[in-house]
């Protein structure tokens, strides 16, 4: 596996222009209404017009573009839905081999005889010269994997990424073991474990250098991590014309068939973005010896879930004057329904109210308060320092966490409380309400603990 992960490094780049980038757009435009530019005919400026066609869900490529071996390393799709405000991005490794289909075969072989059905994503970058043919082409084919439009690509070539990371000021990070490399100017650079602020040579070193790790998960959350570490950098600059700064300079290194002012239309949902917003995802499939093949059902399948999330979410929005024109005519309905059971309903109250208070009763007796156990919290996401930040928080509640660790063998979503008997962690809901609690005594064993909180992405603080 000779290509490395660089493109994560784009994405925090790109996903930053996304948070960063908007806000001195509209600090510079305007925000009282979407719109959209269109150039003078006459080259002398623009002139906004009302945007009619701001489309509910964006979708763009990002590519690293390594000019030293002349090849794409690797390519990230981003989906961002206006509507929800979420911004799902799907990694693409650099060894990823497809099988393109015979329609975009047909197109792509007539560009460059060189092109092959079966062939690495970066394969198709070195058949072309003109950069926007690279990028062009490599698209098409990823539109032929996730079967559907692309409508912009972003690409950051190896002579811009400490540029473009060092745009902002240093990020902290929390480096996880003792790093030590050569930066392109052949000077060494050594990263000890722990929290280090760092530059854009160092950030490049970390996170393209394959040598430095075990495996390329390890590296992958390594690089995801610095990533919600500098989102989070990001999205805390709060001064508009410091982000428009950012971002006109970042639109200056990149290539790209968009640009600064073709972004507007979509600034005022950029700027509504938070880290809590952003989900990474490598494509579904498997290594072997020299390649990653991906699992192109699961991958449309993913995709399609996203594009019907979005859907729906437009669905209700569009459907909102019917529901209020049957909102008066369900009330009415409603009021009949509630009257009618409402005496039924107080015959049965006193009984049930008895019984439910003397069974709450019984149960709250058996309860253990967890403020006399002993708490560990382990974080299964990418979300960097989030364990830390939960730990603070519980101890102020007056909890006693006696650990954090990371673990990613988890992958949860929500809360999952692992605990020593049934007895403990229900009151721990308080704070994780869509938690599962389980009984698990030999887990527990090894720590000692009585209770451990594993935190998913939805646990974010």
Partial sequence: MQKVIKV??????????????????IAIWGEDEITSVTESPVGNGSTEVKSKD????????????????????YAVVRFFNLNTKECNYLFFPGNTKVDMSNETFSVLYNASSNIKQSCYISDIAPCFVRDSDRYGYTTMLLEDIIKTDIDCYEAITSDNVIRVVNLLDPVSFDVPKKLKF?????????????????????????????????SEEERLAVSMDYIENYLFALTS????????????????????DTNFQSMKPYMVYLY?????????????????????KLNTTAIQAFVKTLL???????????????????????????????????????????????????EATTEEKKDIDSKDLEIEIYNSTTINGLAAR????????GLKITA???????????????????????????????????VDKETLKASGADIRIVLGTNDNI
């Fill in 237 to 256: 600059i709060k001064d508009r014309d410091l982000q428009g700064d950012y971002y006109k300079q970042y639109y200056d290194l990149v290539m790209s």
């Fill in 390 to 397: 939960w730990k603070a928080k519980l101890e102020n509640e």
């Fill in 8 to 25: 994560l490094l784009l994405i925090v780049l790109l996903a930053a222009t996304c948070f960063g980038s908007y806000k001195g757009v």
């Fill in 182 to 214: 050569k930066d392109d100017s052949n000077i060494q650079i050594v990263l000890n474990k722990g929290m280090q602020t760092l530059l854009g040579d160092q950030v490049k070193g970390m996170l393209t250098k394959p040598e430095l790790y075990d």
């Fill in 308 to 358: 019907t999330t979005n859907t729906t979410a437009n669905q209700t929005s569009d459907s909102s004057a019917d529901a209020d024109a049957t909102t008066e005519s369900n009330a009415t309905t409603a009021d009949a329904t509630t009257e009618a059971t409402t005496t039924e309903a107080a015959t049965t109250e006193a009984t049930t109210e008895e019984a439910t208070t003397e």
């Fill in 272 to 292: 509504q973005l938070q880290p809590k917003d952003i989900k990474m995802t490598v494509a579904e499939g498997s290594y072997t010896k020299d390649s990653y």
């Fill in 404 to 438: 954090t660790e990371t673990e990613r063998n988890y992958h949860l979503k929500d809360c999952q409380i692992l605990v020593k008997n049934k007895r403990m962690g229900k009151d721990l809901l308080e704070f994780f309400p869509n938690a599962e609690i389980k």
């Fill in 54 to 73: 701001v489309k509910n869900m964006l979708v763009t490529a990002y590519y690293y573009d390594n000019y030293t071996q002349n090849v794409i390393s």
